[in-house]
């Protein structure tokens, strides 16, 4: 069974920075592309970044290019998300997901991180 | 950025209604749609890919279709599990953009 799970999530200060992780299991993680998607409260879903299976490859949504970096450990069949410079629009549920081929097959149960004074 | 916009934005329906959603891309996205669902509190799940493709243990009571700019997802009886708020997403390039969702509620 396939199973991701986020952590890392908090409340952090404007400016601060947090790291995500989420760990996979039930799959070979390496053939997986992985993605970030994030929902802010009450809105809809936002797709952040996305990282290949191999770590070579990275894209990122405008809004957090600069700001957030997305990587992988293989060895350890886990994601990540560096956020730095966070603001208050950056608060939201943030999902991993991933599959097989391009489309979001599986998903984690979300972190909450919220940029707050 | 390829823009997805869904209609209606909320839907009122009752049990056993036949209910369709509709999402339009701003450009062709020939077959690269999917469509999920979310209840609150919970992650999305996936429903369907490639415009009408059924994920495996998705009841065949939903269906998908369309092509290039329009697609809609269909339900064919709606049922008490049902009732979610579903987004459409598109698969063609980069950044992934999802529909801003549609709230099915109880009529």
């Known amino acids: 069974e396939v199973q991701l799970l986020e952590s890392g999530g908090g409340l952090v200060h404007p400016g601060g920075s947090l790291r995500l992780s989420c760990a996979a299991s039930?799959?070979?993680?390496?053939?997986?592309?992985m993605n970030w998607v994030r929902q802010a409260p009450g809105k809809g879903l936002e797709w952040v970044s996305v990282?290949?299976?191999?770590?070579?490859?990275?894209y990122y949504t405008d809004s957090v290019k600069g700001r957030f970096t997305i990587s992988r450990d293989n060895s350890k069949n886990t994601l990540y998300l560096q956020m730095n410079s966070l603001r208050a629009e950056d608060t939201a549920v943030y999902y991993c997901a991933g599959g097989p081929v391009a489309y979001f097959q599986h998903w984690g149960q979300g972190t909450l991180v919220t940029v707050s004074s | 950025d390829i823009q997805m916009t869904q209609s209606p934005s909320t839907l009122s329906a009752s049990v056993g209604d036949r209910v369709t959603i509709t999402c339009r891309a701003s450009q062709s996205i020939s077959y690269w749609l999917a469509w999920y669902q979310q209840k609150p509190g919970k992650a999305p799940k996936f429903l369907i890919y490639d415009v009408s493709s059924l994920e495996s243990g998705v009841p065949s009571r939903f269906s998908g279709s369309g092509s290039g700019t329009e697609f809609t997802l269909t339900i064919s009886s709606l049922q008490p599990d049902d009732f979610a708020t579903y987004y459409c997403?598109?698969?063609?390039?980069?950044?992934?953009?999802f529909g801003q969702g549609t709230k099915v509620e109880i009529k």
């Open positions: 997403q598109q698969f063609i390039t980069y950044p992934r953009t």
């Open positions: 990282i290949s299976g191999s770590g070579g490859s990275t």
């Open positions: 039930g799959f070979t993680f390496s053939t997986y592309a």
